[in-house]
Structure formats: C-alpha cells, structure tokens
C-alpha cells in the first residue's frame, strides 16, 4: 500500500495500490477542479510528484511531463512518492461564498410547523388497539392528517409514547403530522444544492427564525464542473458522484447543529432544492437523458421520504440518503 506525502500540508495518506490520486485526494478532503469530469482533457488538476511515474501524463506537454508534473485524474499509485499541489490548484482558493441571509428570511411567526398537545389513551386489557392506531385517533380529534412511517419508525414511535407517559407533543406541518417533538424543540434544515455550493440554513420551524446559514464547495467538482459532466460520471458510476454530494450535506448539517446548540434528534424536517440533474442524482436516479434532446427529466415533482424518525436524523442521511421527512425538488422559480 503506497505512502503518499502531500506538499505544502505535510498531510500523509495511505492508498491502494493502482488507486487513482483524484480519488484518494477526494476521500481525504482534497479537494481539485476537474472541469473535464475526470477525463484528462483540461489539465486543471496538475500536480507535481516524486519521483516522476510513467502514468498520470495525460495530454501535458513534454515539458511538464518532464519536470514530474502529472494529471491526479489520471495518475495510479503504484509506489511511495511525495506529491506537491500548487495552492491555486485548490478548488476552496477560487470559490467565493455568497450569502444573503434575506434570501430565506421568514416572517416571526409565518412557520408552517407547529407542536400539538395530545393525551394518548393508554391501553388496558379491555382497550387494546394498537399504539399507531390510538396516536392516530388523537391526531384526527385535531384536524390532523396522518400516514402509518415506515415500519422501523413504528418501534421508535411505541417506546417514545411510553417514555412520555401517553403525554406527547406531534410536530405538525399544516394538517399533516410529521414526527413527535423532542425536548429541544423542532427545527428543520434547508438546503441548496448547487452546482459549485452547497447553501444550507437551520431554522426552528415553529416560529421561522434562522438560527445559521453556511455555505459549502460541493464535494462533486472532483466529478466535473458543470451538470452535464456529473450526469455522464453519474451514469458511468453512480456511488461516488451521489455520496460527494451527501458528504457536503452531512457536513454542513453537523457544523450548523454545533454552532447552534442544537441536537440532530430535534431535526425534524430537511428541505434540499436543486436543478434537475442535482435532484435526480441525489434520488439516486440516472438523468443521463436530460443532457440529450428534448431534456426530458424522469420525475419533476418533489419527493417525500420519511425515514425511522428525528433521533435517526444524521445517522439516517449517510444510511438511507435522507433525514427525517425530508423532501428533494427542483425550485418552483
């Protein structure tokens, strides 16, 4: 297993041996422009290694060839080496954040999300219904609408009614019931997933207050700079373009929740929005037919997914692709 040392860092990384260095850098957080999708063409991703390897030369000229420079799209480990990595080949040194909080601004009070009080029968020998069954009379006593979760949710939900006494509060969008409250409040995460960043804003959903907004360099400019390269490196492998993708999402929700004080089983709700080649990838559905005439997109409505419930929340995301209630769409704009 080749050593590799990264210059100016003093980063060492431990590789496979044939591993492609473009591939090694992502998953240890390098990250380098790859307009060309990892094709060779552009040359953007030169770096300079020692010793000099046959592989990795790609179209460089004789001249850089010669003086150890190499494509990492192209270069195969296969030996120990030292590699050098010019500090403007950085995709973070030419991506510039661009945040306008008043973009997502929400009115104090003009959240949809509310909590609702409710007293569970509790269940006897001459009353024994199901504990979904008697959540569900108590929230239609409300005016709520509600759907058996997903069956690994129901034995969360069981213990959690159990744990409060038959006392619970449901989380509530409008008319539909989204998940039981947690001590901590309810909160929901929105997400923009672009191109080059990756936009997210935590709000507590009760009354809309934004508690934080970052700003990421998304993970898949290793995959190309524009849609139509991460659809053609989608469809040729579906994994890597989809989990970069997670991987910036993930970390921009945990970096949110920390500065807020806030604990990922109080996220109840994640919204992502994108344009329809980001969406279709993160549903893990090939949109290889939206880079040829007519561009025509699988889907082109949201998808809801419900998952096993806000205590699952950031866990859930890298397991299952999805945070509890979570909803992925193109804009409506």
């Known amino acids: 297993m080749p050593t590799i040392h990264l210059n100016p860092s003093g980063t060492t990384l431990q590789a496979p041996k044939g591993a492609l260095l473009r591939d090694v850098l992502q998953q240890a957080g390098v990250l380098l422009d790859y307009p060309c999708g990892g094709k060779g063409s552009c040359r953007q ?18 001249s850089e060839s010669a003086n150890g420079v190499r494509l990492a799209c192209q270069l195969a480990l296969e030996e120990d080496c030292t590699i050098t990595i010019p500090e403007e080949r950085l ?59 997903a069956p690994r949710s129901m034995e969360k939900l069981s213990a959690s009614v159990r744990e409060r006494g038959w006392k619970v509060r449901a989380v509530c969008e409008d008319s539909r019931f989204l998940w039981l409250a947690e ?39 290793a995959f190309g700079a524009d849609v139509i390269s991460r659809a053609q490196s989608f ?27 806030v604990q990922p089983s109080s996220v109840v709700k994640t919204v992502v929005v994108g344009n329809p080649i980001m ?3 993160l549903n893990g559905i090939d949109p290889y037919q939206l880079t040829h005439v007519p561009y025509i997109p699988v889907v082109a409505s949201s998808r809801p997914v419900i998952s096993a419930g806000p205590s699952r929340s950031m866990a859930t995301w890298r397991r299952s692709r999805s945070f509890p209630r979570t909803s992925a769409r193109t804009p409506s704009g």
Do not use: M, Y
């Open 45 to 62: 991703c030169r770096v300079i290694v020692d010793p000099a390897p046959e592989s990795g030369k790609g179209k460089l000229k004789e």
């Open 183 to 221: 001590t901590g409040g309810c909160f929901g995460l929105a997400v923009d997933l672009g191109t080059t960043t990756v936009d997210l804003a935590l709000l507590e959903l009760s009354t809309g207050k934004l508690l934080g907004r970052r700003a990421h360099l998304n993970r898949q400019v």
């Open 91 to 149: 995709s973070g040194k030419t991506w510039k954040q661009g945040l306008r909080d008043q973009d997502i601004a929400i009115a104090i009070g003009g959240g949809s999300v509310r909590e609702i009080e409710l007293s569970l029968v509790e269940p006897t020998l001459e009353d024994q219904r199901a504990d979904w069954e008697r959540l569900a009379t108590a929230l239609s006593e409300k005016g709520i609408q509600s759907s058996p979760p």
């Open 235 to 261: 469809h040729a492998d579906r994994a890597p373009v989809r989990d970069a993708a997670l991987a910036t999402i993930e970390e921009g929700a945990h970096q949110l929740l920390k500065q807020a004080g």
């Open 279 to 281: 969406i279709h990838i």
